[in-house]
């Protein structure tokens, strides 16, 4: 069994900074690419940023100069700081783990992210 927990959202005010943590627990034996995806209602959902686990992230254009992913390998902990937030940013924010052997990948629950005024 993986657990994959997100937490850190929240609401903020456009021009406003959140930081997102998600941590990985279970039965594997190290994790390779790490993701965060969002899903706004009416929507599908996206990828926002993924990091391979030597630390190269790659980030969405709407995303890019805004939010910095980075991880923990030691903790199986993933971040995304949030930076410069738009009320388009608001939707529910998702943690996706690739993990090894096998590169069976898992979600987590979701956390809610609004920007609003």
């Known amino acids: 069994q993986v657990q994959v927990v997100e937490s850190g959202g929240g609401l903020v005010q456009p021009g406003g900074s959140l930081s997102l943590s998600c941590t990985a627990s279970?039965?594997?034996?190290?994790?390779?690419?790490m993701g965060w995806y969002r899903q706004a209602p009416g929507k599908q959902r996206e990828v926002v940023a993924t990091?391979?686990?030597?630390?190269?992230?790659n980030y969405a254009d709407f995303v890019k100069g805004r939010f910095t992913m980075s991880r923990d390998n030691a903790k199986n902990t993933v971040y995304l700081q949030m930076n410069s937030l738009k009320p388009e940013d608001t939707a529910i924010y998702y943690c996706?783990?690739?993990?090894?052997?096998?590169?069976?990948?898992?979600w987590g629950q979701g956390t809610q992210v609004t920007v609003s005024s």
């Open positions: 996706n783990i690739l993990v090894l052997p096998g590169r069976r990948d898992y």
């Open positions: 279970g039965r594997f034996w190290s994790i390779d690419v």
């Open positions: 990091i391979t686990n030597d630390g190269r992230a």
